[in-house]
């Protein structure tokens, strides 16, 4: 329990509507985990000093501060419990500026990724990474998580997209990177130090975002390929030749669920094979786009590297294709209680990782499930596993081959509460050392977000 004499000196940095509980907080949604809301007390700042001062009081009396963004992080980073605070930086969303000439935005961290998504546009720009969560997921969130998503292969993950950071640390001091350029060599780029901390080591108050050029005219299909070799040689062909924008891979059994419960008759009657993938490229207008894809599909026909193909002939169409692919939760709405996670495979190594885990899901009986889809380009797969059987069973399955292929248990999702025990049994001791080090350099009281990433 957090002491009342501590509820009110928060008040008086945040103001009394600043500090939720009881009923107020019980309107507010948990998001991702039922257990995110468990602190009972919420703290929202409305700008940098504010977050400072609620720091440095936390740290004098030694409470754990859990940051929220919008609460959709998939590992339990966002997870508080009792004699915690969460600090939630929702109120800190405002976009600052947006300089076309300069492709970059500078906004508070709970701006959400839409908001810029949808500001950009107006000036013909994108924020070069995009997510299905982008309604409720903020840039201090992504920031935080290092998040990568389905423009990764073309544009970089998170870390990649920050030019600029403002962050508070444990104990109130705030650093300030505000840089507005990508070529800063100014000593230790310590920002670096901040993306995919998960909220462990500060704050993220503000950032400068680099933004790119809006993808104008687009096409889309939704290919199916003979084999999870063929996807690679499909992707790898259509990245060489045309500007590829997307590249999503789905499995078969992934597909077969996704189209027969999303999708219209004519996806869920669609060709079965093995793998499939949904690619989308751009061009200088819209019927160039759509005969450069039809004839790159008809050329991939050919060389027996794609089975079948549907063109999205209209924007319905398109986003029936593409809902097969971002609204994955189906998973779990037919088979509720599965396991996750989020590994990265080598991409000449995906026929050999899918091949084993199809092998290993079999041998379990009919009654297990197997889900794999994701970002192709980045190696990135989702992986759902569904039945009678505990995590550590399909985490073996999972996890079988993959560090001989030079693959990693951690993609885009983090480490948060869930894959603590992976990275201590499978990350190289020097590096977990300094991590550590770290950790205690810039928290040593241990403050923030105190259990995630590291035990
Ligand atoms: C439907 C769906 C699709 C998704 N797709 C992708 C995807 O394609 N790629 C991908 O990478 N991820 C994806 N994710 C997960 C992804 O981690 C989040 O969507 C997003 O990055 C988290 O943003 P958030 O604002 O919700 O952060 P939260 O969930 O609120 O927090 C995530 C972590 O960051 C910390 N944190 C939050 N804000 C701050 C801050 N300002 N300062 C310091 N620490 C902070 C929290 O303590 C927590 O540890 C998806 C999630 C969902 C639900």
Not at 88 to 108: K, Q
Not at 201 to 210: C, F, Q, S, Y
Request: aromatic share 4%; charged share 20%; net charge negative.
């Amino acid at each position: 329990m957090i002491a009342d004499n501590v509820l009110d000196e928060l008040r008086l940095i945040v103001g009394a509507t600043g500090v939720k509980t009881g009923d107020a907080l019980s309107l507010i949604h948990p998001g991702s985990d039922e257990r995110n809301l468990d602190a009972g007390v919420m703290v929202v700042p409305r700008n940098t000093d504010e977050v400072a001062s609620v720091l440095r009081l936390c740290n004098q009396h030694r409470i754990a501060v859990v940051p929220h963004g919008g609460r959709t992080g998939l590992v339990g980073g966002g997870v508080s419990a009792a004699g915690e605070i969460i600090l939630s930086l929702a109120a800190m969303n405002r976009i600052e500026s947006l300089s076309a000439a300069a492709g970059t935005a500078t906004v508070g961290s709970g701006v959400t990724l839409q908001s810029l998504q949808v500001a950009a546009s107006k000036v013909n720009l994108t924020t070069g990474i995009d997510i299905a969560s982008r309604g409720s997921a903020t840039i201090g969130g992504m920031i935080s998580t290092n998040a990568g998503g389905m423009d990764a292969f073309r544009h970089g993950v998170m870390r990649h997209r920050v030019l600029g950071l403002e962050v508070v640390l444990p104990d109130g001091r705030i650093m300030s990177d505000m840089s507005q350029v990508t070529k800063s060599n100014e000593g230790y780029d310590l920002k670096q130090l901040f993306i995919g901390a998960e909220g462990t080591l500060g704050v993220i108050t503000r950032a400068v975002i680099r933004l790119a050029p809006a993808d104008e005219f687009t096409a889309t299909a939704l290919v199916a390929c003979p084999s999870a070799t063929d996807v690679v040689a499909l992707f790898r062909r259509l990245h060489h030749s045309l500007d590829l924008l997307r590249a999503e891979f789905m499995a078969r059994d992934y597909f077969a669920l996704a189209s027969a419960n999303l999708g219209p008759a004519a996806l869920a009657a669609f060709t079965e094979t093995p793998a499939y993938l949904i690619v989308e490229i751009e061009a200088f207008d819209q019927r160039s786009a759509q005969l450069a894809l039809e004839e790159a599909l008809a050329q991939a026909v050919d060389a027996d590297i794609v089975a079948d193909a549907i063109l999205a002939q209209s924007e319905k169409e398109r986003n029936e294709i593409w809902n097969i692919r971002e609204d994955s939760s189906v998973v779990d709405r037919v088979h509720p209680h599965g396991h996750w996670f989020d590994i990265s495979v080598p991409l000449q190594e995906l026929e050999t990782w899918l091949t084993r885990f199809n092998e290993g899901i079999a041998a379990l009986g009919p009654d297990v499930r197997g889900f794999a889809f994701g970002h192709l380009g980045d190696g990135n797969l989702h992986v759902g596993v569904a039945g009678a059987l505990d995590k550590d069973t399909a985490k073996a399955i999972v996890y079988a081959n993959l560090r001989e292929i030079g693959g990693s248990f951690s993609a885009e999702h983090g480490i948060g509460l869930d894959k603590r025990q992976d990275l201590h049994a499978l990350v190289d001791p020097v590096k977990l050392a300094l991590m550590h080090s770290i950790k205690a350099m810039l928290d040593p009281n241990g403050i923030m977000n105190p259990g995630k990433v590291l035990c």
